[in-house]
DNA sequence: AAGATTTTCTGGAATAGTTCCAGATTCAGA
DNA sequence: TCTGAATCTGGAACTATTCCAGAAAATCTT
């Protein structure tokens, strides 16, 4: 299992924490905190925060933050996927790498800087978002 | 000038702070604050915040939010330029779009999302830091 | 099973950046 | 000069997150 390979203790938290995040995509630690409590009855915000940290370091998660939002989690670690989101639901949605093969770590010009990741967020209104607003305006 | 043409009334205030954001690009709401105390004797925290957010709605400012960043404002707007990061200092440099005229607003499946906005942040270390952290290592 | 270590717990305080409030005042433009 | 826009003061509120510190519990090792 990924927790045991990756060093760490294989503990009901960790497990429920992985687990969601897996089932569920793009969460907040809001949505974990939540989904955890149901499934293992209880759960501290601070085992919450201190495990996704853990997961995050070791590789197992991969947090990307959003502008006017929480962080978010998700498993899909290690490929090089981007992120399309609603201005006004949302909703994330992974997108492939447009020119493909990690491309989006060359810059036109690094300016010496050794880049080690490039963040990429698409913006805009979702299918069900506008044809709601297109109803909302009739 | 610009504030006109936006239909906006000029004011001490916002011509100190497009004039400061003009010639300290990505400047933060406090670096902006700051400057404008020092040349106008005093400005509000929610003079300069309003100001931000009427500038940035009329398209007279462009905002940017890196993760564990206070935003940061430019005055280069309308191009389709990205910004490359400092994960050390928080120096932040434009770049000019890697794939030239705004290909970077087309993502490689669109989910049916009608996108306004790539936004493309580029992480590394800067020179400077590659240096003073070698050095350091010594 | 015991011991050592890691993890989680409670629960409260603190933080940064920003927004909101509400009413008074000042200022720009017609 | 008038009107509405903009700014002011100053304080409270907010969100997401981090930090604290010691106690308790669970996991892994032997």
Redesign the pocket.
Same mark, same amino acid.
């Given at each position: 299992m990924a927790l045991r390979s990756a060093g760490?203790?294989?503990? #009901?938290?960790?497990i429920a924490i992985l687990d969601t995040v897996t089932h569920r995509p793009h969460s907040?630690?809001?949505d974990i905190y939540r989904a955890v409590t149901e499934r293992l009855g209880?759960?501290?915000?601070?085992?919450v925060?201190?495990?996704l940290?853990t997961l995050s370091e070791r590789g197992l998660l991969r947090r990307i933050q959003p502008s006017h939002s929480? #962080?978010r989690f998700e498993t899909r670690v290690g490929d090089n996927h981007h992120h399309l989101i609603c201005r006004t639901c949302g909703d994330v949605r992974d997108v492939d790498c447009a020119v493909h093969h990690t491309p989006c770590l060359t810059a036109s010009d690094d300016h010496g800087f050794s880049i080690d990741e490039a963040e990429v967020i698409y913006w805009g209104i979702c299918p069900t978002c506008t044809a709601a607003d297109a109803t909302a305006r009739g």
């Open positions: 760490l203790n294989l503990t #009901a938290q960790r907040t630690a809001d209880s759960i501290s915000h601070q085992a925060y201190d495990t940290s929480p #962080a």
